[in-house]
C-alpha cells in the first residue's frame, strides 16, 4: 500500500489525492509485525493469506485475517485513517455482517466528504461527527449499514443510490462506475487501469483488468500517465482476465504472471485433452469471445457509450500531490481508442457485426440487430 501511495496510484480522502499524514504507519514492515500465521487455498503454492492478531490498545484481541490492499486503503487512506489496528477492526467487522470492504468504505467516504461539505448535518448522522482520519464513526457506520439503521439504512443502497435520495449536489461525491465503487486505484494515475474501470460491463471492479503492465510493471513497464496505447492494452487485459476466470483460475495467481499463457495452455490441455487448449490464439478469442458477449449484454439492456464513464472529480480536477500531479483522465479520446481497439462502433460503443460474426456470435449480432 505504501509503494502503490508512492507511485501516486493510491487515492486519498475520498479520491481528493491530498497528502496522507502518518502514511508511513502503511509500511509493509509495520504490518507484517501483526502477523501470527499464514495460509492459503487448497492446492495453492501462493499461499497468500495472512493472519493478524492485535494484543494492546483498544482493539487487542483481534485475531483475523489481513486486510488486503484494497481494505487498508478503503478504510484507511481513503478516510484520511492510518490506524492500522482500526482498520484491522473494520475488515473483521465486514467479514462478520457479510459487508463488501470496499463498497462499504467508498459509502463511508462519501459520508464523510457530505459531512464535511455540510450536506450531511449531524442529527442526519443520528449524531455522529464524521472528521477525516478518525476511525471511530467508521466502525459505527459499518454496523449500522448492516443493520439498515438510521443514515445506515441509506447509505447500504450504495454510494450512487444513497447520494441519489440525499440529493443537495452529493451525487458529485459518489465515487462509482455504473453503481459499483471505485476501488482502490485512481484512474487519472494508471489510465489503462481508469479506461478499465470506465468500460468494464459490471462496473469499476477490482477484479476486472486489472493493469499489471502499468501497477507493477510486469511483464514490460508502461508509463502510467500516458494515453498512448492504452486502448489496446486495456482490451489485452480485460480479454485475459475473461480467459483466466473462464479457465477457472484465481485472479492473484495470473495477475502476478505465476502462470503465463503458454503455461496455461498446457494445463488445460492436460485436464481436459481438448486439442484447441494448446493454442494460445485461440484461448486469446476465447476471452474476447466472453468479454464482447458481456458487452452484448448490456448493450441489450440499454447501455452504451454515455455509461462508459467516470465521476467528476476524476474528469475534471487534476491531482495535487506528486507523481501524477496535474493528472486528469482525458475521457473522450480514450474512449475512441478503446472503442477502435475492440472493432466496436465508436459513436455509440456497440460491438459491431463484423467482430461479433469474427468471434462466432453471429446470432448475437442477429439478436441485437446490428447492420
Ligand atoms: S493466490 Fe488465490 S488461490 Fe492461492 S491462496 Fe491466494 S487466494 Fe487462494
Not at 496522507?20 to 493469506?49: H, Q, T
Not at 483481534?62 to 475488515?91: C, H, R, S
Not at 465503487?181 to 487501469?193: M, N, S, T
Not at 480514450?334 to 453471429?362: C, H, N, Q
Request: glycine share 10%; aromatic share 12%.
Amino acid at each position: 500500500m505504501y509503494l502503490f501511495y508512492t507511485l501516486g496510484h493510491f487515492p486519498t480522502y475520498n479520491f481528493r489525492q491530498l497528502e496522507l499524514e502518518n502514511v508511513d504507519r502503511f509500511k509493509p514492515e509495520i504490518i507484517a509485525s501483526y502477523v501470527v500465521k499464514y495460509g492459503g487455498c487448497y492446492g495453492c503454492a501462493m499461499r497468500c493469506w495472512q493472519f493478524l492478531k492485535t494484543s494492546k490498545g483498544p482493539y487487542a484481541g483481534i485475531v483475523w485475517d489481513k486486510p488486503e490492499y484494497e481494505t487498508q486503503w478503503a478504510f484507511g487512506g481513503n478516510l484520511g485513517v492510518t490506524n492500522l489496528e482500526a482498520i484491522m477492526q473494520a475488515n473483521m467487522l465486514c467479514d462478520r455482517y457479510g459487508l463488501d470492504t470496499i463498497s462499504t468504505g467508498v459509502v463511508i467516504s462519501m459520508a464523510y466528504e457530505l459531512y464535511d461539505k455540510g450536506i450531511l448535518s449531524k442529527s442526519e448522522l443520528d449524531g455522529l461527527e464524521l472528521r477525516w482520519g478518525d476511525p471511530e464513526p467508521v466502525l459505527e457506520l459499518i454496523r449500522k449499514i448492516a443493520l439498515r439503521e438510521g443514515i445506515g439504512n441509506i447509505l447500504a443502497e450504495g454510494t450512487r443510490r444513497a447520494a441519489e435520495i440525499i440529493g443537495r449536489g452529493a451525487e458529485k461525491f459518489a465515487m462509482h462506475v455504473k453503481g459499483l465503487e471505485i476501488p482502490a486505484y485512481d484512474p487519472r494515475a494508471a489510465k489503462a487501469h481508469g479506461l478499465n474501470f470506465a468500460t468494464s460491463p459490471i462496473g469499476a471492479s477490482h477484479m476486472m483488468g486489472w493493469n499489471y503492465y502499468e501497477i507493477m510493471g510486469v511483464p514490460k513497464k508502461v508509463d502510467p500517465f500516458t494515453t498512448e496505447g492504452k486502448g489496446e492494452l486495456t482490451k489485452l487485459i480485460q480479454d485475459e482476465t475473461a480467459m483466466y476466470e473462464a479457465a477457472g483460475f484465481c485472479q492473484f495467481v495470473f495477475s502476478n504472471g505465476m502462470v503465463p499463457l503458454p503455461l496455461l495452455a498446457k494445463l488445460l490441455y492436460s485436464a481436459t485433452g481438448i486439442e484447441e487448449f494448446r493454442n494460445i490464439s485461440y484461448l486469446q478469442l476465447v476471452g474476447e469471445r466472453v468479454f464482447n458477449l458481456e458487452r452484448a449484454f448490456n448493450v441489450r439492456e440499454g447501455l452504451g457509450r454515455e455509461h462508459d464513464t467516470l465521476p467528476e472529480r476524476i474528469l475534471k480536477d487534476p491531482v495535487p500531490r506528486p507523481p501524477a500531479k496535474g493528472q486528469i483522465f482525458e475521457l473522450d479520446k480514450m474512449l475512441d481508442d478503446y472503442y477502435r481497439a475492440r472493432g466496436w462502433d465508436v459513436k455509440t460503443g456497440k460491438p459491431s457485426r463484423k467482430k461479433l460474426e469474427e468471434l462466432g456470435l453471429k446470432y448475437v449480432a442477429d439478436e441485437l440487430r446490428l447492420e
